[in-house]
Antibody
């Protein structure tokens, strides 16, 4: 069955960077886009960006332009999201999600990133 | 960016009730509207895609309707496992955007 397994929780200092991984199995990696969606404590869902691994092409939400980088390694069917210049408001659970069109059919379990000052 | 507005933000209902949640887009999204269910501490789960298509494995008590800017998620007979937060999401244009969520609680 399809699984997206994310890296574990992380604690970072304000101003530093974090890189979260998302390993896919049971799915043809090249036929899906991988998006990253975050959820601050007690808040709703916010789409950050996506990658089409077969081409390496990316789209980012304006809110994160210049701070987020999404990459993918087809050989290991793993996608990555790196967020830089962290601030306390970036404390959130970060999800990866796979889609063939625009609906997120499969989700990772989520990774809690805590930013401390 | 397309703004997605859900209503209500929360509701209380009893097992067996019919529940309706609405989602309005700030501009036309044709039928590029998806619905998710999220339980505490869990990832969202896709329920409905393309406004009215039931995702495989989702119970038939869930249904979606609407087009252009106005959409509805209906749970025909609420079950104990349906108490959760529901989100709509437009996939018409980048950036994809979500509604603010509707928390369905036990009356």
């Amino acid at each position: 069955q399809v699984q997206l397994v994310q890296s574990g929780a992380d604690v970072k200092k304000a101003g530093s960077s974090v890189k979260v991984s998302c390993k896919a199995s049971g799915v043809t990696f090249s036929t899906y886009t991988i998006s990253w969606v975050r959820q601050a404590p007690g808040q709703g869902l916010e789409w950050m960006g996506r990658i089409l691994p077969i081409f390496g092409t990316t789209d980012y939400a304006q809110n994160f332009q210049g701070r987020v980088t999404i990459t993918a390694d087809e050989s290991t069917t793993t996608a990555y999201m790196e967020l830089s210049r962290l601030r306390s408001e970036d404390t959130a659970v970060y999800f990866c999600a796979a889609a063939q069109t625009g609906d997120f059919e499969y989700w990772g379990q989520g990774t809690l990133v805590t930013v401390s000052s | 960016d397309i703004q997605m507005t859900q209503s209500p933000s929360s509701l209380s209902a009893s097992v067996g009730d019919r529940v309706t949640i609405t989602c309005r887009a700030s501009q036309t999204i044709i039928s590029y509207l998806n619905w998710y269910q999220q339980k505490p501490g869990k990832a969202p789960k896709l329920l409905i895609y393309a406004a009215s298509r039931l995702q495989s494995g989702v119970p038939s008590r869930f249904s979606g309707s609407g087009s252009v800017t106005d959409f509805t998620l209906t749970i025909s007979s609420l079950q104990p496992e349906d108490f959760a937060t529901y989100y709509c999401q437009q996939s018409y244009s980048i950036p994809f955007t979500f509604g603010g969520g509707t928390k369905v609680e036990i009356k």
